[in-house]
């Protein structure tokens, strides 16, 4: 049996070129594909490949959920299967779980990285006093902040390549980042029952342990058919950083359960 179709997103800020970081064997969709998974890394709305948007303000969670509920019916389109393992970093993480719960007869499983759901491990209220005044809604992410705030644990060659993508010649939307004010956004989690992995680190300033504990409490799933792999010594992207072989492993065999189970 072919593996679920993998649906992939990232965090605000980021495209779907993340995941498929092109050295020491940094990359999520080659591993994904070894195991015999079909990956889609597709970029929100206002980012990446996709078209940019007059106001970047205008990037919500509600953009982002109906972006994913027509790659979702592409991807059944390209591959006839009615039902794909929701793969998400930092924002996706907040956009997988909405649409989880909208669409539950949808989603195989979901992967978590850096989850945030209730809250944040820090404020963010600076920044975004910063954020609001980008101009057409749109700011950079300087190099040097790369390795501080998402990735501590990365090797040198991968964080020059982060920086070289998303740093200063990377234009993103702020509005996915004003969308953590209203938090949760989703609220219905109950109606989710499939598999759910959740892997962060403990350097991550975002993602908290106790958020975490709320979310498996909140999502329907049975207690056994839900993990949270708590990583040492790494930051928000954990699957680039310095334990990347261990979550590549962890959501390769999470595929293959949720393979065997999807309807």
Not at 170 to 184: D, S, T
Request: aromatic share 10%; charged share 20%; glycine share 8%.
């Amino acid at each position: 049996m072919q593996n679920c179709p993998l649906f992939s997103y990232m965090g605000g800020g980021m495209d779907g070129a993340g995941f498929d970081v092109p050295i020491d064997d940094a990359s999520l969709v080659d591993a994904l594909a070894r195991n015999g998974s079909r990956t889609f890394a597709f970029d929100f709305r206002g980012h990446g490949r996709s078209s940019r948007v007059a106001d970047g303000f205008s990037v919500t969670v509600e953009t982002s959920i109906a972006d994913t509920f027509a790659m979702l019916d592409y991807v059944q389109e390209r591959t006839g299967a009615a039902q794909a393992v929701l793969v998400g970093v930092s924002y996706g993480t907040i956009v997988a779980a909405a649409v989880a719960e909208r669409l539950p007869e949808r989603i195989a499983g979901l992967v978590l990285l850096g989850l945030i759901h209730q809250t944040t491990g820090v404020s963010l209220d600076d920044a975004l006093a910063e954020a609001a005044k980008a101009p057409a809604g749109y700011a950079f992410t300087t190099e040097e902040e790369w390795p501080e705030l998402f990735i501590p644990s990365a090797s040198p060659a991968v964080t020059a390549w982060h920086q070289a993508h998303f740093g200063t010649a990377y234009a993103y939307p702020v509005g996915p980042y004003f969308e953590v004010q209203k938090l949760p956004h989703a609220t219905a989690l109950a109606r989710f029952t499939r598999r759910v992995l959740v892997i962060t680190g403990d350097l991550d300033p975002f993602a908290t342990d106790a958020d975490v504990a709320a979310f498996l409490s909140d999502v329907g799933t049975p207690a056994e058919k839900t993990a949270h792999l708590r990583q040492q010594n790494v930051g928000h992207m954990p699957y680039v950083e310095a334990g990347l072989a261990e979550v590549q492993q962890t959501i390769t065999t999470f595929v293959d359960a949720a393979t065997l189970e999807r309807a």
